[in-house]
Every structure is written in C-alpha cells, then in structure tokens.
C-alpha cells in the first residue's frame, strides 16, 4: 500500500472532539481524541492524522474554511475524512464540494462527545471509514445513519439531525 | 421510500450482543442490543430488525448458516446487515456469497461486546451501515475498518483481527 | 426494619444529575439518575427517594436552603444523604450543621456528571452510604473520598477540590 | 500527615479488577486498575496501593489468606482497604477478624469488573473509604451499600448479594 492509498482524517474539532470540564463546568477542548477512537475499534486501515484545529463550528470562518479545503487539495491521499462540528458541517461541505476535484471527502461528527456516555462518534466514524472508501470522487456528510451529497444536506437545527435537501 | 427500500438486520448473536452474568461470572445472552445501539447513534435510516437466533458463532452449524441464507434470499429488501459472532463469520459470508444473487449483505460483529466499555461495535455497525448502502450487489465483511467480499477473509484467530486471503 | 430505619435521600440537583442537550449543545436537567445509580449497584440498603428540586447550586437562594433543611427536619428517617451541586454545597450544609438535631446529614455531588464517562459520582455516593450509616449525629460533606464535617469544610474553585478549613 | 495515617489498599484480584480479552472471549487479569479508579474518582486521601495478587478468590488457598493477614499486621497503616474477589471473600474475612487486632480492615469487591459498562465497582469503593476511615477497629464487609462485621455476612450464591447470618 502506497502513503497515498492510506485516509486522511482532518481533524477540525466539533463536538465529537469536545470534553467536559469539571472545573468550570463547560464544555471545552483539550486535545483530539481521534488516536483513542481509532485504537478502542481496532482500526486496521492505514490512516494519517492531522489536526488542522479544534474548533467550535459556529465559530469557524471563511478562512478556515479554506484552510480546509487547501488541505484536502494539498495532502497525497485521495480519501479525506474531515471532522467537523455539526453546526456549519454543511457549509464547509459545500466549500468542498465545488472546489474538490479527483478525491472523495466525507465529513462527520457527532451530537454528543465521544468522551461522553452513549455518544453517536463511533458509529458516525464508522460510517465515514466506508463511505471514503466505496464512494466516487465527491465531498459527503456521513450522520445518522445516512450518506448525503454535498448539495443536498442541511443540520435541522429543532431535532439536531440532518436531512436531504 | 418503499419497505423494501429499508435496510434488514438479521440479528444472529455473537461477542456484540454478549453481556457479563455478574451472578455467574460467565459472557451470555439475554437480549439483542441493536435497539439500544441505534437509539444510542440517533439512525435515521428505515430497519427492519428480525433476531433469528442470539448464537456464539462456534456453536452454529451448517442449517443455522442455511437459515440465514433463507431469510436472506426471502426477505423483501435487498439491502441485508447480518450481525454475527466473528469467529465462523467468514463461514457464513461464504455461504452467503455462493448463494445469495441480486443483493448486497454484510456481516459484521465485535470482539468486544456493545455491553462493556470501549466496545468496537458501534463502529464496525457504522462501517456495515455505509458499505451496505453504497457496495453493489454481493456479500461483505466489515471489520476492522475494512471491507473484505466474502471470497477474500479470514479471521486471525492469534490477533483477532481479520484480514485479506 | 421500621420505615425510619431506611436512608432517605434528598435529591436537590447539582453536577452528578446534569445531562448533555444534544440539540442545544448545554449541560442540562432532565431527570434525576438516583434510581438508575441504586440499581446500577445493586444497593441493598432501604431507601426512600425524594426529589426536593433539581437545580444547578449556584441558582439555589436561602429559601431553597430553608426548604432542603425543613425536609431533613420532618421526614421520619434520621440518616439522611442529600444529593447537590458542589458550588454552594458548603453553604447548604452550614444552614443544616446549624439546625438539624439528633440526625445524620451526609451531603455529596460530583464533579462530572454520572452521565458522562469517567464520573466520580458513583464513588462519592458509596463515601456517603457508609458515612450516614456509621457517623454520630451531625452533617458532613463526602467528596473526593474525604469526610467533613460542615462547619470545616470548604470548595476550592481552582481545583474544583474540597479541602478543610 | 505521618505515612501511617495513610489507608493502605491490598489488592488481591477479584471481578473488580477482571477484565475482557478479546482473543480469547474471557475474563482474565492484565494489570489492577486501581490507580485508574482512584484517578478517576479524584480521590484526595494519601493512599499506599500494594498489589499482593491478581487471583480469581475461588483459586485462593489458605496460604494465600494468610498472606493477606500479614500484610495487614506488618503494614505501618491501621487503616486497610483489602480488595477481594466476592466469592470467598467472607472466608477471608474470618481469618482475617480472628487475627488482626488493633486496626480497621475493609474488605471490598465488585460483581461485575470496573472495566464493564454499569459496574459497582466504584461505588462499593466509596463505601470501603468511608468504613476505613469512620469504623472502629475490627474487619468488615462493605457490599451492597452495607456494611457487614467480619462474623455475620456471607455470599449469597443464588442472588450474588451478601446477607447478614
């Protein structure tokens, strides 16, 4: 297997990555929990980790934005998993998917923390890890279950879960 | 959508639906926890969920693995989850494989039960829910992140991880 | 045993009944976790459940602390635990230190919420089983496996520790 | 504080410490996770962990036992947590409470391993910490949110909870 056969995950913060703070009672970053994850399934593909930043989506910008999609056109690989807060997932997938061409991107996160009891992360994740490689060329969101195109996806801000467009 | 349009999970047993007897000290089988599990992860997909039988996969023989076939070929969607013990599961797929035409089916299971912590069942369910979306007709294994067709598998039984054949 | 020989527990809020709000991203109150906590550990003790309140500390005023102190008072039972946030529960426990007469008040929380991963609640509850059944009359605070008496007892909000004083 | 003023935990093995070995599908020991509990709970008493064994207590023999008692005489402590398996626990706590004068010893166990889902480990931990710290010289048992003098408990085998005799 070649480096640029191996997935690249992005790591960009979003709830998954959050955790609870029992000092100030909030909920806050400290470090990425990606390493822990993949280690806990047992996950045998070959996988390069970047943390590009650990961010709340709604605090994000059009420059990080960019900064993400620079990423994904800059790394070797070819399949991208990009974590991501669910907030703005839809406006970072959008940013992708009219600009990235010849890789497949899959955004994904989570409604409640990884480091949490009863958390969606790992299914999420594991939806993620077969859509980037089985899917065409194309940036998607992999939430609840379901595989959505970068156009056609909105977060229902009511129930907090996404749905076609 | 049409019910034939939703995915079918045959629950048949296995480490992922295993759970510690405190008053025995012994790994048993109550319930299914595939309920929990897509409760916990907020699916939106249409299941359908049908227990065919809650079995250690070294106990199953070859009509359990005929049944299975069966419900397979003669359920309405073509869009097919079987969960099942690891260690027979590439048996099974081979089975499945030979036999089952003009449907996508993937095994999937655990080497530690969904019941206990740091359990990889909710991201090998995630990796089956996504491969059995996108994968064209045909029988699969997803484990370890990775997705095997049926002819191509074993399970190592030193590391206890599956690999390519 | 006579029904006053039970413990009672005054449930009042507090970090150890807090949940995550997946849709709103905040630390919340659903329903108190008393019942699911007994259960998970299969007390054996007699117990009586009384939810006073489920606040966060910091929004208790003098007349919840009134209340708190008139439920000790009045209920048969003279072994009393009384679940509540850490910020003030030192202030609680000087107005019960104060008050209550011929009975044992054990006062306990937890830094992390018993929902959550890696939780300190179910440990600090234990402290405060065996503290109401085997102290003299008077009020305590357990937390951080310590024992203290109310009227020696303070939070330092640096650590998020309890430390004598 | 002078180092005898520590508690001092003896750990022996037991379900407590028991964890799952994928590989094999069993509960084995690897390591005691004890210092990840007290880590966890935050515990702020100054505590001496002194691992003696790692056994299943249906395998312990009467040497093992009398390992226990010396340990606990020739310790600089008088306050000693034993953690134990749950299954002849009340025996070692016999040849404990028949020998050992002077000091307070607390003999303390789980049904299901703390490393599980939905353990009680942590909890009948808290009840140890209490008892050691609040009870006069003697030996105990504190299960079940109890707490049982060495010469009435035993282990009901049919429920798996421990009984006054």
Same mark, same amino acid.
């Given at each position: 297997m070649k480096k640029e056969d191996a997935i690249r995950i992005l790591?960009?913060?979003?709830?998954?990555?959050?955790?609870?703070?029992?000092?100030?009672? %909030?909920?806050?970053?400290?470090?990425?929990?990606?390493?822990?994850?993949?280690?806990?399934?047992?996950?045998?593909?070959?996988?390069?980790?970047? %943390?590009?930043?650990?961010?709340?989506?709604?605090?994000?910008?059009?420059?990080?934005? %960019?900064?993400?999609?620079?990423?994904?056109?800059?790394?070797?690989?070819?399949?991208?998993?990009?974590?991501?807060?669910?907030?703005?997932?839809? %406006?970072?997938?959008?940013?992708?998917?009219?600009?990235?061409?010849?890789?497949?991107?899959?955004?994904?996160g989570a409604l409640i923390p990884y480091a949490f009891g009863a958390s969606d992360a790992l299914f999420n994740l594991g939806c993620a890890f077969s859509a980037v490689q089985t899917l065409q060329e194309g940036v998607y969101i992999t939430m609840n279950g379901k595989i959505f195109p970068w156009d056609h996806v909105r977060k229902n801000r009511e129930s907090g879960e996404f749905e076609e467009t």
């Open positions: 790591i960009t913060g979003g709830t998954i990555d959050k955790e609870y703070d029992p000092v100030t009672g %909030e909920l806050t970053f400290a470090k990425s929990h990606l390493t822990n994850m993949l280690n806990q399934v047992r996950c045998k593909v070959k996988v390069v980790l970047e %943390e590009i930043m650990l961010k709340d989506s709604l605090q994000m910008r059009s420059a990080d934005r %960019e900064g993400i999609l620079k990423r994904c056109v800059d790394c070797p690989e070819d399949k991208i998993i990009i974590t991501h807060g669910t907030d703005t997932m839809a %406006e970072t997938a959008r940013v992708l998917g009219k600009n990235l061409k010849g890789k497949t991107g899959v955004l994904v």
